[in-house]
């Protein structure tokens, strides 16, 4: 199996907080974190994206040098790896921590051989050091509190500056950079400081609105955008046009601005909508591109012709996905992912171009997603309900929930328009939509089911390590006297699309296969994993068939051969595989904690 490719995660983002987006001296490709993840995407085709994996904590920021040759990352616990951006495996270079405590933001000095940071301290806030050696090379001075925000000046004589939650901008000559003078004219957090790409302005963002402009070789204030406010909420970021004569400001107000810098006016104001969500936390200009990040974690490439309305937004998932399926329709394939916050959203498998539903969805994790005869999603989720969604209008509907009285783990369809819902303490047979039958005062925990794709047999495996059969008659289920042996407690179980074998996964990293027509006895037995099982999928052939375990692995098994297996450990790197489709028999589709959608190839 080798990777095909990747469609990578959001930012991850916090209300009120800062989020810096990188980008390549080049203008090719910018980057962002998540959770432990350096995300590098390609500008004009984000659907192209490389993820760098080796922080062991939560990383919080990244910036390429102005060579373009390295990166440098730094996490919640103080560490700055610089690592290589030209090889695939981006091999370490230097690990350093410059002080204990959250590093917040970084920059280079335009020779790419020193490196500040700056951020939550314990006796410092921020430290300048060679990026070879590590040794001192001056220090982030002026400051008694946090500091949010750094920039080298890119043209000699180096200046750097600073600013943080002591509401103080802090001005540095070097190197070794020596502290110079402070201002404090801002009256809250100071968010952001950048030197223009020339040099000779700085500008300092603050939760305060204000905009503050100085000279960028003294350090002397000489005004403010916009008078007493720049923007009538907090501004997090702000970033130069590569002339050095206009500004991006993004703030909580929910709007983007540019700014003539010389005659100190709106050239454009880009409204992003009215939700919260929609407060603008991080913003980039890259060549003839401008980038911001939404709280929703969307990063919306601006459009100076239409300010309403981005050119395009860059959709997906911020948090860990649960779920997953796809679905075929007239040559198109689409990927459908459901995440831990209720978020689902669709993929196209070819493009990577993607989308959410409309309307006001699940409000809380979802489970499973299965796609049924009538072209609908089937969704269950962790706020007790089942969703039935139409794809073609992709759009939430009031009248398609149905409520269940006990939160619901998984969801299976059959042919018929019925559905299995498996809910805590009981078992939901569902038709055209509606609950039909309900079965509870079970015996048994039941954890995982499964409809017979002809919708003549519902299998229920329990924490009992036991797989119950039932028939589905008319509306009702009846208890068949048959019982399935698993070895543990059953985690996930799948029918082949053909309904000829019943797939069953176990917590004692069994992977048992039934044949339906024998009467469920036992074909085979799978052993491989090392660890819990978590999820199964069926390839289209009906031959093989994948699963994914607590032990990072993903296995592919062939029906006709037990011993005939493929592997693929570290698919997602740092977090097991959540669930498993597949496109067609060649290409296999995993999602994980990481909130990314990746696709393999599968040669057999």
């Known amino acids: 199996m080798e990777p095909k490719c990747t469609f990578a995660s959001l930012p991850q983002m916090e209300r009120g907080a800062a989020k810096v987006l990188g980008g390549d001296p080049k203008g090719n490709n910018f980057l962002y974190t998540n959770g432990k993840s350096v995300i590098i995407r390609n500008i004009d085709n984000?659907?192209?994206a490389d993820i760098y994996t080796e922080h062991a904590h939560s990383v919080t920021v990244a910036k390429y040098s102005p060579s373009g040759f390295y990166i440098a990352s730094g996490d919640v616990s103080g560490k700055l790896r610089i690592w290589?951006?030209?090889?695939k495996e981006h091999?370490?270079?230097y690990e350093y921590q410059p002080f204990g405590g959250k590093i917040k933001d970084i920059a280079w000095t335009e020779d790419s051989k020193r490196i500040a940071a700056v951020g939550e301290g314990r006796e410092k806030f921020g430290a300048v050091f060679l990026w070879d050696t590590g040794s001192s090379v001056g220090e982030v001075a002026g400051h008694f509190k946090i500091i949010n925000s750094v920039d080298i000046k890119q043209t000699r004589p180096y200046r750097l500056a600073s600013g943080g939650d002591d509401k103080v901008v802090g001005f540095s000559e070097g190197p070794p950079f020596k502290f110079k003078s402070t201002s404090t004219?801002?009256?809250?957090?100071?968010?952001c400081v950048r030197f223009s790409p020339n040099g000779s302005r700085l500008v300092s963002a603050g939760a305060d609105g204000q905009i503050i402009l100085y000279d960028g070789k003294t350090g002397e204030k000489i005004g403010s955008l916009g008078g007493e406010k720049a923007h009538n909420g907090g501004i997090y970021a702000v970033c130069w046009s590569p002339d050095s004569s206009q500004l991006m400001s993004a703030s909580g107000d929910k709007t983007v601005k540019?700014?003539?810098?010389?005659?100190?006016?709106v050239v454009t104001t880009f409204n992003m909508g009215a939700d919260v969500m929609d407060q603008q936390l991080g913003c980039l200009w890259q060549k003839d591109h401008l980038l911001s990040i939404s709280l929703s974690g969307y990063i919306n490439y601006l459009d100076k012709n239409n300010p309403d309305r981005p050119l395009r937004v860059i959709k997906g998932h911020s948090k860990s996905i649960q779920s997953l399926t796809v679905h075929k329709n007239e040559g198109r394939t689409d990927i459908y992912s459901g995440s831990h916050d209720g978020h689902i959203n669709f993929w196209n498998a070819e493009t990577g171009e993607n989308d959410e539903f409309v309307g006001k969805g699940h409000s809380n994790q979802v489970n499973k997603l299965v796609i049924d005869g009538a072209g609908q999603l089937v969704s269950c989720s962790m706020d007790d309900t089942v969703r039935f969604t139409n794809i073609n209008s992709k759009e939430y509907s009031a009248s398609d929930v149905v409520k269940m009285d006990a939160q619901p783990k998984c969801v299976s369809v059959a042919q018929g328009g019925l559905a299995l819902a498996v809910c805590i303490g009981q078992l939901v047979l569902l038709k055209d939509n509606k609950k039909v039958f309900t079965l509870d005062k079970l015996v048994y925990e039941a954890e995982a089911g499964a409809l017979h794709p002809g919708g003549t047999t519902a299998a229920v495996g329990g924490a009992d390590g036991q797989t119950r059969l039932y028939s589905v008659?008319?509306?009702?289920?009846?208890a068949e006297d048959q019982i399935l042996e698993g070895g543990g407690p059953i985690t996930d179980m799948a029918y082949s699309n053909d309904g000829a074998y019943l797939a069953i996964t176990d917590a004692s990293k069994l992977v048992r296969l039934f044949s339906v027509a024998d009467g469920y006895s036992v074909k085979s037995n799978f052993y491989g994993h090392h660890a819990k099982i978590v999820t199964v999928a069926w390839s289209p052939d009906n031959d093989h068939f994948a699963t994914a375990g607590m032990d990072m692995m993903v296995y592919i098994w062939t029906v006709s051969d037990e011993d005939k297996r493929m592997k693929l450990?570290?698919?997602?790197?740092?977090?097991?595989?959540?669930s498993l489709a597949w496109i067609d028999e060649h290409?296999?589709?995993?999602?994980?904690?990481?909130?990314?959608?990746?696709?393999?190839t599968v040669k057999f």
């Open 46 to 48: 984000p659907a192209i």
């Open 84 to 87: 290589d951006t030209t090889q």
């Open 258 to 265: 540019l700014w003539d810098v010389g005659t100190d006016t």
């Open 569 to 578: 450990s570290d698919a997602h790197r740092l977090h097991h595989v959540s």
């Open 473 to 478: 008659q008319g509306n009702t289920l009846k």
């Open 185 to 191: 004219e801002h009256s809250r957090f100071v968010n």
């Open 587 to 600: 290409t296999l589709v995993t999602t994980s904690h990481d909130a990314c959608v990746k696709q393999w």
């Open 91 to 93: 091999l370490m270079k």
